[in-house]
């Protein structure tokens, strides 16, 4: 995949959100548990959200946006990936929601890595830090209800 224009990368980050959306829509539908639905409808709601934010992303708005300052609990990084089932517990779709969010990151971040074009790169890194962010979002919801009840 190559961005080459900043209207490349709102296309790419908005049609993954979408993608993204539409799963965990589908997978509450399918949702066999009350929690699991609630938390697939959270994310879904989320994705929406994510979404809107990356369709009003601006070049201007990127060039003053605040990199986020918070230590990354790693959670995401020391577990496989978890296929989608219908019948997902709740600590599975957290773990799944963690490595959706950790693959957006690590693409946006090889991405801004591959251009030259500084205003591209800014973008990029913009999107990796807000997926970066979504992804320590999850890791800390799976660290207070799960690891803790371990």
């Known amino acids: ?50 979404k809107h934010s ?23 990084e020391y577990m496989v990936d978890v296929p989608f089932r219908e019948d997902m517990s709740y600590p599975e779709i957290l773990r799944y ?7 957006a990151y690590k693409l946006y971040t090889a991405a801004s890595e591959l251009t030259d074009d500084p205003k591209l790169k800014r973008m990029l890194q913009v999107l990796a830090d807000i997926e970066k962010g979504h992804k320590l979002k999850v890791e800390a919801i799976y660290d207070e209800k799960v690891l803790t009840e371990m």
């Open 1 to 50: 995949m190559e961005f080459k224009t900043f209207d490349d990368i709102i296309r790419f980050a908005v049609q993954r959100e979408e993608t993204a959306y539409q799963l965990y829509k589908t997978a509450a539908a399918k949702a066999t548990s009350i929690s699991a639905r609630k938390m697939f409808e959270e994310m879904a709601a989320e994705e929406a959200g994510h």
């Open 54 to 76: 990356f369709e009003n992303l601006s070049i201007a708005g990127a060039e003053t946006y605040t990199f986020a300052r918070q230590p990354d609990m790693k959670i995401a």
């Open 97 to 103: 929601a963690m490595k959706t969010e950790e693959t």
